[in-house]
């Protein structure tokens, strides 16, 4: 393809500094970005921009930006293989932002539901940012010509809009963006709260008991499950009308890769109770040496930012080119 610096097809996918790092996050989206990095060049952003679209702490937002990214990296995300680097460090994120938001309509962003459910908690802040959030993301996704965008459920109608986005421009001018497919895995694409098994586990959940993180200790993570609301029943069942059940399935198979079906072949009549303990003990398991090389990485602040450099450096050389070229088909005039 025309300006494209690496062969291999290009992933690209991130995650808002906000709240925690829940396991709904790690299944929905990071175990595949795992899977998938041997086989594309993968750029992972911390989409710290997008979080400023709800108001934030200043001395907290940098830490938790920060060990977001050490978390990227203690599960397994290779900045030898892939490219990870902070949104904000590349500035033509926001350059290619606003000139994509003249390609976008104000009807296309109102009926985002993303943007209707934000816009309904945060009524004293309903800001542009949070309106033009859908392009932001178009912005990140185009800048690097991305084929595959590795996503949970939820953010399936954003991608919608990226695609409409690059389908627009390309027709306007000529073929400029790669046309992004989304990703979404059939199983584990939404995780639902431990507490309100019908609603999506959500990273900043304000009941602590609703979301686990992947750093959580073992203690904490296990009186979590023990107290996650299933039904009253005592069968252990796949089944839409048991969706405590059915959720602490999902997250059991994705922690152990056995199939559910397997699952409730062994738990089908031993108790909510062993099932539960079970499961938690599943993710305790799972995330025990990445909780490990967490607290080894947030040891090391002078890597972590060496890391962060460098892949602010990889990401700009590529997005540097894609902006260059809307610049050109557009008509702004080059400086030469
Ligand atoms: P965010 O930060 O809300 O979520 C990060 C990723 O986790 C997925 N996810 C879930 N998957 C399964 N079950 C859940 N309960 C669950 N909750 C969240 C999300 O679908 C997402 O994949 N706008 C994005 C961040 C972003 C982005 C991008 C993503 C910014 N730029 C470019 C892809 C490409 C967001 O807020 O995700």
Same mark, same amino acid.
């Given at each position: 393809?025309?300006?494209?610096?690496?062969?291999?097809?290009?992933?690209?996918?991130?995650?808002?500094?906000?709240?925690?790092?829940?396991?709904?996050?790690?299944?929905?989206?990071?175990?595949?970005?795992?899977?998938?990095?041997?086989?594309?060049?993968?750029?992972?952003?911390?989409?710290?921009?997008?979080?400023?679209?709800?108001?934030?702490?200043?001395?907290?937002?940098?830490?938790?930006?920060?060990?977001?990214?050490?978390?990227?990296?203690?599960?397994?995300?290779?900045?030898?293989?892939?490219?990870?680097?902070?949104?904000?460090?590349?500035?033509?994120?926001?350059?290619?932002?606003?000139?994509?938001?003249?390609?976008?309509?104000?009807?296309?962003?109102?009926?985002? %539901?993303?943007?209707?459910?934000?816009?309904?908690?945060?009524?004293?802040?309903?800001?542009?940012?949070?309106?033009?959030?859908?392009?932001?993301?178009?912005?990140?996704?185009?800048?690097?010509? %991305?084929?595959?965008?590795?996503?949970?459920?939820?953010?399936?109608?954003?991608?919608?809009?990226?695609?409409?986005?690059?389908?627009?421009?390309?027709?306007?001018?000529?073929?400029?963006?790669?046309?992004?497919?989304?990703?979404?895995?059939?199983?584990?694409?939404?995780?639902?709260?431990?507490?309100?098994?019908?609603?999506?586990?959500?990273?900043?959940?304000?009941?602590?008991?609703?979301?686990?993180?992947?750093?959580?200790?073992?203690?904490?993570?296990?009186?979590?499950?023990?107290?996650?609301?299933?039904?009253?029943? %005592?069968?252990?069942?796949?089944?839409?009308?048991?969706?405590?059940?059915?959720?602490?399935?999902?997250?059991?198979?994705?922690? %152990?890769?056995?199939?559910?079906?397997?699952?409730?072949?062994?738990?089908?009549?031993?108790?909510?109770?062993?099932?539960?303990?079970?499961?938690?003990?599943?993710?305790?398991?799972?995330?025990?040496?990445?909780?490990?090389?967490?607290?080894?990485?947030?040891?090391?602040?002078?890597?972590?930012?060496?890391?962060?450099?460098?892949?602010?450096?990889?990401?700009?050389?590529?997005?540097?080119?894609?902006?260059?070229?809307?610049?050109?088909?557009?008509?702004?005039?080059?400086?030469?």
């Amino acid at each position: 393809m025309e300006n494209q610096p690496i062969n291999k097809p290009i992933i690209y996918s991130g995650i808002q500094p906000t709240g925690i790092i829940t396991i709904g996050n790690y299944i929905g989206a990071i175990s595949n970005w795992l899977k998938l990095q041997d086989d594309y060049n993968s750029i992972y952003g911390i989409a710290d921009l997008h979080a400023l679209t709800v108001r934030q702490n200043p001395a907290e937002f940098r830490a938790r930006a920060m060990s977001f990214f050490a978390q990227y990296l203690a599960c397994g995300l290779d900045p030898a293989k892939s490219i990870i680097y902070f949104q904000s460090h590349v500035k033509e994120h926001t350059e290619l932002a606003w000139i994509l938001n003249c390609y976008t309509y104000i009807g296309e962003m109102t009926r985002m %539901t993303q943007f209707k459910d934000k816009s309904a908690k945060h009524q004293d802040n309903i800001n542009m940012g949070l309106l033009d959030y859908p392009v932001l993301m178009a912005a990140d996704i185009l800048l690097y010509q %991305t084929a595959l965008v590795p996503v949970g459920a939820d953010q399936k109608q954003h991608l919608e809009i990226a695609r409409d986005i690059a389908n627009r421009f390309n027709n306007i001018y000529s073929p400029t963006f790669v046309v992004p497919e989304g990703y979404i895995a059939k199983q584990g694409a939404k995780i639902y709260s431990l507490q309100d098994p019908t609603s999506k586990m959500s990273k900043s959940d304000p009941d602590a008991n609703a979301a686990v993180s992947i750093i959580e200790d073992a203690d904490s993570i296990m009186r979590k499950f023990k107290r996650a609301v299933t039904d009253c029943e %005592t069968v252990v069942e796949y089944r839409e009308d048991k969706p405590g059940v059915s959720n602490l399935l999902t997250i059991f198979s994705e922690m %152990t890769g056995r199939t559910i079906e397997d699952i409730v072949n062994e738990y089908h009549d031993k108790g909510y109770a062993t099932f539960k303990q079970a499961v938690g003990e599943s993710v305790v398991e799972r995330f025990r040496p990445i909780r490990e090389e967490y607290n080894r990485l947030m040891n090391d602040k002078g890597y972590l930012m060496s890391v962060a450099k460098e892949g602010a450096e990889k990401a700009q050389r590529i997005a540097y080119k894609t902006i260059a070229k809307v610049k050109r088909k557009i008509g702004l005039t080059e400086l030469k």
